[in-house]
């Protein structure tokens, strides 16, 4: 008979283990719901521009000859390139395929292409013909936004600077702060600038992760700025190691569809994990206690120690995400741990929330995705503009 009853209380407790388990789960996906609600209108933009308008433009864009970027992120600690490739070189490429013609993105404005510059990055090679002793070279460290993402060069934020300044952009998608750091080290003592301008944005907050471990590997290496580059000077190159490593990765990765979702089984899989529940708990605990990040203060940090080898003034920057496309419920705090840890330092801290989000109706940020609009660009480069003539 006791043993019947413990196989009862067993049961039971079971049951109810479980019963509290399940309307967690049915909890966790109400509560996405309930948050998704605000972004789902962008979402329905994004998705139906993927689906109708990108593959189309990329398919178009390949045929013409266009490859897709090798973003430097595919090489991160967070990919299978990573473990496949990166891993096992003693330099991790933060620069895409030079001299390649390639497609970018489109977000309302067409689909972007251009030909990269001869080390990989979004210029025209003519700004490596007149860097070398260079007095007035400026450069520009950050991720897409930077970059000047789904817009013609000539409204990226470094082209606003062509008129005073050799502007240099180190800038490409995905990038982190723990690239930024890597970017620092490597090109502040090749181009010796005159600014160093790097620009966060919110989703470079990896709090408690160390987001980009795999660029720490350029970090630990003293020569690395010389290690990157099989020729330094008016006919600067980078090595044959980082070329050799770009072409492995790009005979390897094969670019997702766009506009693909996973099936409702993987969709609903998810749920038992309650990711909901656990962000919105975490996010509750950061709002309380926010600190600023460790690769955050490792790009500042070594941007900073760059900067005093190499005499350059280092000016940092915050882009907000948009309200509408990609709502942000860290972004202040991370703003604000940003803006004291710079300022502690005595150094310029530029806010562009106002300037963006002051431009009517949205227009601060591209029709259809996350990015700025060429109006948005324009305001940054504004602000940069007022900070430097400070300087001068």
């Given at each position: ?274 990711p909901t529940l656990r962000r919105t708990i975490k996010i509750a605990y950061l709002k309380l206690f926010f600190k600023i990040p460790f690769t955050t203060k490792l790009a500042i940090d070594e941007i900073e120690k760059q900067c005093q080898k190499h005499n ?31 300022l502690e330092k005595n150094f310029e801290f530029v806010d562009f929330s106002d300037s963006i989000n002051k431009i009517d109706d949205r227009k601060g940020y591209a029709p259809k995705g996350t990015h700025l609009s060429p109006a948005g660009y324009e305001a ?13």
């Amino acid at each position: 008979m006791e043993k019947n009853s413990n196989i009862f209380k067993y049961l039971l407790l079971l049951i109810t283990v479980t019963s509290i388990y399940f309307i967690l789960v049915v909890g966790d996906y109400v509560l996405h719901l309930s948050i998704y609600s605000n972004v789902r209108e962008a979402q329905k933009i994004i998705t139906k521009k993927k689906q109708t308008e990108d593959r189309v433009l990329f398919k178009e864009a390949k045929d013409n000859g266009y490859s897709p970027i090798m973003l430097p992120y595919l090489y991160s600690d967070s990919s299978e390139i990573y473990k496949q490739i990166t891993k096992k070189k003693e330099i991790v490429p933060v620069t895409a395929q030079p001299n390649r013609n390639v497609y970018y993105c489109n977000e309302g404005y067409g689909l972007i292409k251009f030909e990269t510059d001869k080390l990989g990055f979004r210029n025209q090679n003519e700004v490596w013909k007149k860097y070398y002793k260079n007095q007035n070279n400026i450069i520009f460290i950050g991720d897409s936004y930077t970059a000047g993402a789904c817009v013609d060069a000539e409204f990226s934020i470094p082209y606003f600077f062509k008129n005073k300044f050799n502007p240099i952009n180190l800038a490409w998608d995905g990038n982190n702060p723990s690239m930024y750091a890597s970017l620092g080290k490597i090109f502040i003592p090749v181009i010796k600038p005159k600014y160093v301008i790097t620009i966060f944005y919110g989703n470079d907050n990896t709090y408690n992760s160390p987001d980009g471990f795999a660029f720490w590997k350029n970090l630990d290496n003293e020569n690395i700025h010389e290690q990157y580059f099989k020729e330094i000077g008016n006919n600067i190159e980078v090595s044959n190691e980082v070329l050799d490593t770009i072409k492995e990765v790009e005979n390897y990765y094969i670019p997702p569809k766009p506009g693909v979702r996973s099936n409702i089984f993987q969709r609903g899989v998810r749920y038992l994990s309650l990711p909901t529940l656990r962000r919105t708990i975490k996010i509750a605990y950061l709002k309380l206690f926010f600190k600023i990040p460790f690769t955050t203060k490792l790009a500042i940090d070594e941007i900073e120690k760059q900067c005093q080898k190499h005499n350059c003034i280092p000016i940092f920057g915050f882009i907000p995400n948009s309200d509408y496309w990609e709502p942000n419920p860290l972004l202040n705090q991370y703003k604000e741990s940003i803006k004291n840890y710079v300022l502690e330092k005595n150094f310029e801290f530029v806010d562009f929330s106002d300037s963006i989000n002051k431009i009517d109706d949205r227009k601060g940020y591209a029709p259809k995705g996350t990015h700025l609009s060429p109006a948005g660009y324009e305001a940054v480069a504004s602000d940069l503009k007022r900070v430097i003539k400070e300087y001068n």
